[in-house]
Antibody
C-alpha cells in the first residue's frame, strides 16, 4: 500500500527550529517529486516547498524562503523539512504529498498525502 | 490571501448539482491545463478528485466533473450525496517559479 507518514511536529518558541520527516512506502520514492503543503488552523492549503526526485532541484514559497530547507534521503525513502527562524504564522498542520504521475508524465497534482504533523509556534 | 479565488461556501440539495468556481490569472489557470481539485473532510487529508482540468483519478465517481474557461475553472458535483459535504480546494500549476498554487477553499453543504 502506498503511504506517507509525517513526524517531527511539536510546540516551539518563535525563532526556534524544527525538523519534519516524511516516511514513504509502497512506491519507488526516488522517482517522484515530493512537496510539503501546510494548512493553518481553519485555513486553506499552502504549498511550502517542493523537491525533485534526485533532490537537485527545490522550490520554496516566498513566505518560507531563506528559513526552510527541503531535502530527501532516497536510500531511506524519507523526505525532510528543516525549519528555522520559526514565526507564529508558521503554525499549521504540515502534510507531505506525492506528485501524481500518469504514464510517466507529471500531472502537477498530488495523489498521495500523509495525515500531517502539527507545528505550533508560540511563546 | 490565496493565489486562486474560490467562494467560501456553496450548497445544494441531495440529488441536485452544484458548481464551485476557482478564479486565477493568465499566469496560472489561464496558462496551463493543470487544474486540480481536492476534497477534504474534517480532520482528514485532502483527496485528489480532478486533475488536468477534467480528468478523474481511478476510484473517483463520475458525479465529479471539472471544466475551465479562460482564467476560471469549475468543479461540478452532480447527484449530490451526503458524503460530498466537505471542503473543496482548487489548485493550478503556475510555472517553474511558483510551481503549484491553491485556492482558499469552498465549504460545500449538502442540504
Amino acid at each position: 500500500e502506498v503511504s506517507l507518514l509525517e513526524s517531527g511536529g511539536g510546540l516551539v518558541q518563535p525563532g526556534g527550529s524544527l525538523r519534519l520527516s516524511c516516511a514513504a512506502s509502497g512506491f519507488n520514492f526516488r522517482s517522484y517529486v515530493m512537496t510539503w503543503v501546510r494548512q493553518a488552523p481553519g485555513k486553506g492549503l499552502e504549498r511550502v516547498s517542493t523537491i525533485s526526485g534526485g533532490g537537485a532541484t527545490t522550490f520554496y514559497a516566498d513566505s518560507v524562503k531563506g528559513r526552510f530547507t527541503i531535502s530527501r534521503d532516497n536510500s531511506k525513502n524519507t523526505l525532510y523539512l528543516q525549519m528555522s527562524s520559526l514565526r507564529v504564522e508558521d503554525t499549521a498542520l504540515y502534510y507531505c504529498a506525492k506528485e501524481y504521475v500518469v504514464m510517466g508524465a507529471t500531472r502537477r497534482a498530488f495523489d498521495i498525502w500523509g495525515q500531517g504533523t502539527m507545528v505550533t509556534v508560540s511563546s | 490571501q490565496s493565489a486562486l479565488t474560490q467562494p467560501p461556501s456553496a450548497s445544494g440539495s441531495l440529488g441536485q448539482s452544484v458548481t464551485v468556481s476557482c478564479t486565477g490569472t493568465s499566469s496560472d489557470i489561464g496558462a496551463y491545463n493543470y487544474v486540480s481539485w481536492y476534497q477534504q473532510h474534517p480532520g482528514r487529508a485532502p483527496k485528489l478528485m480532478i486533475y488536468e482540468v477534467s480528468e478523474r483519478p481511478s476510484g473517483v465517481p463520475d458525479r465529479f466533473s471539472g471544466s475551465k474557461s479562460g482564467n476560471t475553472a469549475s468543479l461540478t458535483v452532480s447527484g449530490l450525496q451526503a458524503e460530498d459535504e466537505a471542503d473543496y480546494y482548487c489548485s493550478s500549476y503556475a510555472g517553474s517559479n511558483n510551481y503549484v498554487v491553491f485556492g482558499g477553499g469552498t465549504k460545500l453543504t449538502v442540504l
